[in-house]
């Protein structure tokens, strides 16, 4: 299978400019600096995965602020200088928002023609002004389509951005991924014109009872909830039933046997098979253990299912390099980031 060659080894920069808790220029400015690109370069990663929401791009009437695009490109010239690449992922846009926090409309996008326009002119810009990095910029149109239902709207729109973006760059490299947050288990269902520079994109936080644990932005996980790594699937299972039905994900998928790397292997075959099929790299774009578990068990998680990607040469990048309760920066555990070194 074809690799995503340069982005096989990564982390997330959520918080910044994207799920911030202030927007102000003070936080822009300062959560993320040219110091802590040059601690991703060392630590090993090869890339970055850059989250950014609409409203530091643009204002809410769809104009543009060229102070946002500034950190776009404040951070394309750090990792130039520490020899990293970078994909910029539009991680909520104008009238969508995956984050469950928001209870809005989830749907509604991909029915509404304004809003999609909207979301194509955005992306021109972007297009636009990268357009001579694409050896090394990426493009991934939208973080996590949250509903299975719109499958197939959500095809229509990526063919319309696809062919859109490429009036503009046809050689840039198009991260994308399917429904239900991104699933591995979606990402067949994605039916796009394929090239070159199409990249098959998926998250994995399985067991979701397991990395989530504690976590409380998930319905009805008590604060207290700890869980440990590995167990068997009965005990997840039974776990996540308890808890809340989001949690089930691919444990109760009925060809698992096993936790471990097995399972990782066993839930990626499908998109392993698509992504074969139409000759296109695999990524997972995001993938971490909640700062709440123990950390050993956190570190024989991160094995495993490293070992799945490298069997099969499936770029990836660890969420979060700070905050956003994920942070690897902010880990004083020694274990953890030699185990990451390790992986990686």
Known sequence: MRKFEGFQKGVNLGGWISQFGEYSKEHFDTYITESDIAGVGSFGFDHVRLPVDYIVLEDEDGNVKEEGFAYLENCRRWCEKYNLNMIIDLHECYGYSFDPMKNDDKEQFFYNDAHQERFFKLWEQIATRFKDYTEHV??????????????????????????????????????????????????????????????????????????????????????????????????????????????????????????????????????????????????CGEHGVIDLADKEDAVRWIKDIHATFHKYGIGSALWNYKGLNYGISDLQNVKIKDALREVL
């Open 138 to 283: 990426a493009f991934e149109p939208l973080n996590e389509v949250v509903m299975y239902e719109v499958a197939d709207a959500w095809n229509k729109v990526l063919r319309k951005y696809i062919s859109r973006i490429r009036a503009i760059t046809p050689d840039a490299y198009l991260v994308i991924g399917g429904v239900c947050y991104n699933s591995v288990g979606t990402v067949h269902l994605l039916d796009i014109p394929v090239d070159d520079h199409i990249v098959y994109n998926f998250h994995c936080y399985e067991p979701m009872v397991f990395t989530h644990q504690g976590a409380h932005w998930v319905d009805y996980m008590p604060m207290d909830f700890r869980i440990g790594y590995p167990k068997t699937l009965e005990e997840y299972r039974e776990a996540s039933l308890e808890l809340s039905s989001d949690l089930a994900g691919a444990i109760f998928d009925e060809k698992i046997s096993e936790i471990g790397p097995k399972f990782f292997e066993d839930i990626f075959t499908p998109a392993l098979k698509k992504a074969e099929e139409d000759n296109v790299p695999l990524y």
